[in-house]
């Protein structure tokens, strides 16, 4: 059954909750999680910014669904939905097509409607991981970069996961994942990619 949010349901999210829906972990600058009561394999998140960030985090998370991916792991999509703040000014008409979309600085609220993924968020496997999982997690970011062909340009601990029963890495929030340009030196940005899971912020660095 589709949960078809309102605006005003959005709204209650931000104001310490909604009945019938748990929160899971902190709330950041992007948004909040939460698990239905009625279905807790499923998670939504709920948001508040412009529609061009909306847009980008659904079309690449989708894109990256559909890649076939070996050794990552992203949430499957099941409903999206975006409601600008005001609709003055909203739309944008293509003066070809005259086809109507939001313009991409729209600000409104969102929501997607995901499944719930497996994997590992203690303090242990943040900080002191595995030689077999700090691999595992190379291996699952250089898997997403080489089938969808995108660098995920937001690496830390809240988005990049790992699942100890597949030893997948699970990749979240793809907001500000991007195309690498065609003359990407693909060495040069395996590279960079793997050096953002040594970053201390992201919390993967072995003792």
Known sequence: MPFDFSYDDLKEFDYGGKEGFTRIG?????????VPDSDPTKVIKVQ??????YD????????????????FEVPKLYETGFIP??????????PYTELRKFDQDTV????????????????MSKLHPSQEEIFNRRKGLADYHLKTGMLHKDLHSGNIKYNPYTEKTVILDHAFADKIKPKTNYLEAYTNLTHGLKAPRAGFEPA
Do not use: C, T, W
């Open 26 to 34: 902190d709330k950041s600058a992007y948004g909040q999680i939460f």
């Open 48 to 53: 508040k910014g412009p529609f061009g960030v």
């Open 56 to 71: 980008r985090e659904i079309s690449n998370q989708f894109e990256a669904q559909l890649s076939n991916p070996e050794h």
């Open 85 to 94: 703040d005001n609709l003055e000014g909203a739309f944008y008409e293509n």
């Open 108 to 123: 409104g609220r969102s929501y997607m409607v995901m499944d719930k993924m497996d994997f590992v968020d203690s303090e």
